[in-house]
């Protein structure tokens, strides 16, 4: 039996995102180290609403509902604030 854990799918969904992003075209001069994606992900999550689920079975169904046009939409704009806003002011020194 599977224990339940506790799991952010808007957390999933900006993870996944972040990388696609960074990986395209647009963002090909902005850092790809683990420490900037962690920054990036944590800054567009804290201007995000968290969607928490317990199972497996929540968890897709909360994936589904966020999957809407207009989450997505909202969501990739708080990413790429957020990889504007890092690529300025990175935490770190090349």
Same mark, same amino acid.
């Given at each position: 039996? +599977?224990?339940?854990?506790?799991?952010n !799918? $808007?957390?999933?969904?900006?993870?996944?995102?972040?990388?696609?992003? /960074?990986?395209?075209?647009?963002?090909?001069t902005?850092?790809?180290?683990?420490?900037?994606?962690?920054?990036?992900?944590?800054?567009?999550? +804290?201007?995000?609403?968290?969607?928490? !689920? $317990?199972?497996?079975?929540?968890?897709?169904?909360?994936f589904?509902? /966020?999957?809407?046009?207009?989450?997505?939409?909202?969501?990739?704009?708080?990413?790429?604030?957020?990889?504007?806003?890092?690529?300025?002011?990175?935490?770190?020194?090349?």
């Amino acid at each position: 039996m +599977n224990m339940p854990s506790l799991v952010n !799918v $808007t957390e999933e969904i900006v993870f996944g995102l972040i990388k696609f992003l /960074l990986h395209g075209l647009e963002y090909q001069t902005f850092c790809h180290c683990e420490s900037c994606e962690l920054e990036i992900a944590a800054h567009a999550l +804290n201007h995000l609403p968290p969607y928490y !689920v $317990t199972t497996s079975a929540n968890r897709e169904d909360a994936f589904n509902q /966020l999957k809407t046009s207009e989450n997505i939409q909202q969501i990739n704009k708080q990413i790429i604030l957020s990889i504007y806003k890092m690529g300025k002011h990175p935490n770190h020194t090349d």
